[in-house]
C-alpha cells in the first residue's frame, strides 16, 4: 500500500512568544515493513533544521525562533509504501522462560527495553498482570496476544481521558486512557516479566477502507498521531502489537518513532519565551494512493 501523510501541528500563543526552541522526531525509518518515497518538514515561520540521530536511533531534527512570532505551524508531509510484516514464527513459538533465557545472553542490547522509567514503573499491578498472561510455560506469540486482547478488552479508551502528566497508576486505577497509555500499560507487563519491549510513535490510516459487507474497517486513534508496542523475540527481531485496536500491526501503520516510553518518541517537543500561554493543535490524515476510499 502507498500513503500520503499529511501532520500538521499548530502552537497559538496568548502573546506574541518573544522566541522558542523545538525538536522534532517525525523522520520515517525505511523499515522491512516501510519504504519512504518522499519526505519533509516544513515550518512556519520558516527555520533551518539542524539534525542528529538520538540514542534510539531516531533522525531528530532541532530548530530554533530566535524572534518574536504569534503562532508556529509544523508540518510533517510524506509518502510511504507499506508491506505485510513477516511474523518469525519459530520464535514466536519458543515459550516465555525460553525467550527470557535466550535474550538474557543480548542483555547490553536490550538493557534499556528492560528497565522501567518515570513514566514507565514495573512491579506493582504489572505483576498480576505478567504472572497471568505471560506465564513462563505458555508459547510466546499465544501469550502476546492473550496480553494484547486483555488490555484492549480490560482498558477504555476516550479520547481526551489523559494528559501526558497523569501518571501510570491513575491508568491503572480507572481503566481508561488513550493509545498512549494503553502501550504503557502493555510495557510495564512485559519489562516486568523480563520481556524488552519499546515504545513506538507513528500513523495509522485515517479513512477507512470499507469490508466486502459494507461495513468499514475503521481504527480506533486514527485523527492523530498513534502509539503501540514492539516486543523483542528470539532472533533479535522486533514484533509489533497494537493493544488499542487489539490486533498485530500491519500495512495499515506507519512508524516515526521509538524509545522507552511517549518521553523518548514523542513527535514535536520544546519550549517558548513568552508572557501568554500558547494552544496547540494537531490534525492528522493518512490516506492511500491510487485507490477510491468512500467516506463513512
Known sequence: MEFEINHVTQYRYGHPAAEAYGEARLTPPNLPTQSVLSHQVVIDPEVPLSRYTDHF?????????PFRHKCLVV???LVVRTFEAKRPQSSLEVTVQEARQILGSSLTDIFDFLQPTSVVQTGREAVQWARKYLRGDAPLGDALVELNEAIHTEFTYKSG????????TTIWKTKVGVCQDFAHVGLSILRTAGLPARYVC?????DAPRNADGTLRRMVGAVATHAWIEVLVPGMIWVALDPTNRQWVNERYVTISYGRDFRDATPLRGTFKGSGGQNMKVRVMMKRRNEKVRAA
Open 75 to 77: 508540518s510533517n508531509q
Open 202 to 206: 507513528g500513523y495509522i490510516e485515517t
Open 161 to 168: 481521558a489523559t494528559e501526558n502528566s497523569t501518571p501510570l
Open 57 to 65: 536511533g531516531n533522525e531528530v531534527g532541532f530548530f530554533s525562533l
